[in-house]
């Protein structure tokens, strides 16, 4: 079955960096959309970034484009998500999800599998 772990989180200061990875099983990586999703407490579940499953380009919201890189390496079956210059405000649970078809990678009401979240934490 599909399975995603994700790890890497941690605390971090503001203008730091971290690497996020989601160790996935199951299924085909390079023929799956994956993407990485954040939810801080209280507020919806947002887009970050995507590979997409029709010709793997990548996809960033506005507010992480320039600092964060998303990436995959299929003989590892793992995705990354490389965090630059963090702020505050991006403190939240960090989620992997991935689909075997998307429409729009960014819209993670189109992903049905997800992993369990690793914490970021942005503080001085």
């Known amino acids: 079955q599909v399975q995603l772990v994700e790890s890497g989180g941690g605390l971090v200061q503001p203008g730091g960096s971290l690497r996020l990875s989601c160790v996935t099983s199951?299924?085909?990586?390079?023929?799956?959309?994956v993407g990485w999703f954040r939810q801080a407490p209280g507020q919806e579940r947002e887009a970050v970034s995507c590979?997409?499953?029709?010709?793997?380009?990548?996809h960033y919201v506005d507010s992480v484009t320039g600092r964060f890189t998303i990436s995959r390496d299929t003989a590892k079956n793992t995705v990354y998500l490389q965090m630059n210059s963090l702020k505050p405000e991006e403190t939240a649970v960090y989620y992997c999800a991935t689909e075997r078809v998307v429409s729009s990678c960014l819209n993670p009401g189109r992903f049905h599998y997800w992993g369990q979240g690793t914490q970021v934490t942005v503080s001085a």
């Open positions: 590979i997409s499953s029709s010709d793997g380009s990548k």
């Open positions: 199951g299924f085909s990586l390079d023929r799956y959309a």
